[in-house]
T-cell receptor, first 112, second 116 residues
């Protein structure tokens, strides 16, 4: 059965800390992996990764994919309280364009 | 606001009643998706449309669920004879439909359904 597993499920950090979130997958027909940030409402898009070893970066957030070991990490440096959210990882299946399978998410709480 | 919009934002209903939700995608987005999210879980795929054609339905979608996108613009999701297990956040997303591996889905704020 295809799975997308995120770890940790939750964590609490202090402002200024660096956070590393993990997403591993067991999807037989992988096409792409996406990261979303979800606060109280709609998930907002962060990154789409399709190639191994190429880091994508946006401000203090960065992400990389390892297609051999079947995982991705999302890093947040110099965390701020506004980074508090649930971070969702999703995999797009190769045999069904756009059909995303999400992990359960990692809840990040950044304390002042 | 040119993002994905959903209506209503909250719906409380009694078990056995029918409910209908609406989603308006970003203008000119060809693809529209419905997901369901329960507490502590990521969104689960329900169904999606390419223009007005419904291309796939999840096996999670029982016969009580039906979705339409009659003119290839807005979509409706109807749940008949609601059950308490239908209580969840129903999310809609849309994308340009430019191609696999490049097509970003943008989500609406969701409709939170509570079945009493």
């Amino acid at each position: 059965e295809d799975k997308v597993v995120q770890s940790p499920l939750s964590l609490v950090v202090h402002e200024g800390d660096t956070v590393t979130l993990n997403c591993s997958y067991e999807v037989t027909n992988f096409r792409s992996l996406l990261w979303y940030k979800q606060e109280k409402k709609a998930p907002t898009f962060l990154f789409m990764l399709t190639s191994s070893g190429i880091e994508k970066k946006s401000g203090r957030l960065s992400s990389i994919l390892d297609k051999k070991e079947l995982f991705s990490i999302l890093n947040i440096t110099a965390t701020q309280t506004g980074d508090s959210a649930i971070y969702l990882c999703a995999v797009e299946w190769a045999d069904s364009w756009g059909k995303l399978q999400f992990g359960a998410g990692t809840q990040v709480v950044v304390t002042p | 606001d040119t993002g994905v919009s959903q209506d209503p934002r909250h719906k409380i209903t009694k078990r056995g009643q029918n409910v209908t939700f609406r989603c308006d995608p970003i203008s000119e987005h060809n693809r529209l998706y419905w997901y369901r999210q329960t507490l502590g879980q990521g969104p689960e795929f329900l169904t999606y449309f390419q223009n007005e054609a419904q291309l796939e339905k999840s096996r999670l979608l029982s016969d009580r669920f039906s979705a339409e996108r009659p003119k290839g613009s807005f979509s409706t999701l109807e749940i008949q004879r609601t059950e308490q297990g239908d209580s969840a956040m129903y999310l809609c997303a849309s994308s340009k439909g430019v191609g696999p591996g490049t097509d970003t889905q943008y989500f609406g704020p969701g409709t939170r359904l509570t079945v009493l």
